[in-house]
């Protein structure tokens, strides 16, 4: 399948020159560090990340089988770095396009339906605790 294809050529090729830049300031790219649900071992992956209100909208072009998703839905959370700020991630669920449309700006909503995106991933950012005196 042409898909599987593309998912090859940017896990091997494209993902290794993405995290140099990925999570940057001015870069559109952001960085999903997760844990390994088996190995524990920790891994960053480079994605199209949207802050919204109160956490992050994900896309995802390849489906919810990807291990990175089902690495961040068994643990529960993550951390995301994006335009230069690094966050925790929590309470992630699998939306619809539908759902996610509402919360994405305009330009963002158009550029993943021309994409035929019908998942996203959404994420809570989890609260800054206070620092205890």
């Not at 940057?24 to 524990?40: C, D, F, L, N, P």
């Not at 291990?67 to 939306?95: K, Y």
Request: glycine share 8%.
């Amino acid at each position: 399948m042409v898909l599987d294809a593309v998912r090859a050529f940017n896990k091997h090729v494209l993902n290794p020159v993405m995290k140099l830049v990925a999570g940057q300031k001015y870069w559109y790219a952001g960085v999903i560090e997760h844990t390994g649900r088996r190995s524990g071992r920790t891994y960053t992956t480079p994605v199209v990340v949207e802050r919204v209100g109160d956490g992050f909208i994900v896309p995802l072009p390849y489906g919810t089988r990807v291990d990175w998703l089902r690495n961040v839905l068994a643990a529960g959370r993550a951390t995301v770095r994006v335009h230069g700020e690094t966050s925790c991630a929590i309470r992630p669920e699998i939306i619809d396009a539908a759902t996610a449309s509402d919360q994405l700006s305009p330009r963002r909503r158009r550029e993943f339906a021309r994409f035929g995106i019908k998942n996203f991933l959404k994420m809570s950012r989890e609260p800054a605790v206070a620092a205890r005196e």
